[in-house]
């Protein structure tokens, strides 16, 4: 049965994807349940982008589930490699959105915001680009420009967003630092999943990876949601109309 096989997937990693899929709906449906009575703007943003967050990876990890992410490369070496495409077509446009949720918060301005995103989607299109390579220096060059990309997307967000963030009250102070730090620790892991991973030096295989995906998803999506949606912080403030 195709439908069986697909989704399996290459390596049983099926499962994954499908507990992927059910975690970032069961995420989207809770943040639309706790925002439908929302109805200061300001605060309403913040659930558009974040309930947009889950349901664009909610489509890509069904898609993935069902195969249709998934696509092989083969590389010079002979080596077939099997890769989730998807995955990219869903961070293009997720961590531009995590970004503007954390940068709206910190009330940074649209300037910074603006560089912060196109740096980020820089990012993920030479990690495309490295993903997709058949040359393996070529796929390990554009792997590091892709993490350097990172590292200036991250400090970016500690000094400049942060200098922002420190004008703001208490409560929102504390909800950035909760933000950022889930950010710096789970974006870290992401390029060396990619290199310990199928796409780079197959230390651990497809099933372990997109585990691996799995885990570091939710938690950079659905878990920053959660905490954002919760807080006070979001709520608007003297510029919101009575
Ligand atoms: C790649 C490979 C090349 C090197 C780097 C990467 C970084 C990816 C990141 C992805 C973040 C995704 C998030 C998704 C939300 O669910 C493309 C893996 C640096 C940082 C936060
Ligand atoms: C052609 C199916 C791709 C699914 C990717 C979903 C994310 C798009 C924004
Ligand atoms: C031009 C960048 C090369 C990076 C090589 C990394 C090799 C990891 C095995």
New binding site residues.
């Given amino acids: 049965q195709p439908l069986q096989a697909a989704s399996l997937g290459v390596e049983g990693e099926g499962i994954w994807l499908a507990l992927g899929t059910i975690g970032m709906l069961l995420g989207m449906v809770y943040f639309m349940a706790k925002g439908w009575d929302v109805q200061d703007p300001e605060e309403e943003e913040f659930y558009v982008i974040t309930i947009l967050i889950a349901g664009i990876?909610a489509a890509s990890y069904l898609s993935m589930f069902f195969g249709f992410g998934l696509t092989e490369v083969e590389l010079i070496n002979g080596r077939v490699i099997d890769v989730y495409w998807a995955r990219y077509a869903d961070?293009l446009f997720?961590?531009p959105l995590?970004l503007l949720d954390i940068g709206l918060l910190a009330g940074a301005s649209n300037r910074d915001l603006a560089s912060l995103i196109t740096i980020d989607a820089f990012?993920?299109v030479t990690?495309l680009a490295?993903t997709l390579m058949k040359v393996p220096v070529a796929r390990y060059a554009f792997?590091t420009i892709?993490?350097i990309a990172?590292l200036f997307v991250l400090y970016y967000l500690v000094v400049v967003v942060g200098e922002a963030a420190s004008d703001a009250d208490a409560d929102t102070q504390s909800t950035f630092n909760t933000l950022r730090n889930i950010i710096l620790i789970?974006?870290a892991v992401?390029?060396v999943a990619?290199l310990v991973g199928t796409e780079g030096l197959g230390l651990v295989g497809l099933y372990g990876e997109t585990l691996l995906f799995m885990i570091l998803?939710l938690a950079?999506?659905i878990g920053f949601g959660f905490i954002l949606l919760r807080s006070r912080a979001i709520v608007g403030g003297d510029s919101a109309p009575t």
Avoid: E, F, Q, V
């Fill in positions: 990876a961070w997720t961590t995590l990012m993920i990690g490295a792997w892709s993490t990172m789970a974006w992401y390029p990619w998803d950079a999506k």
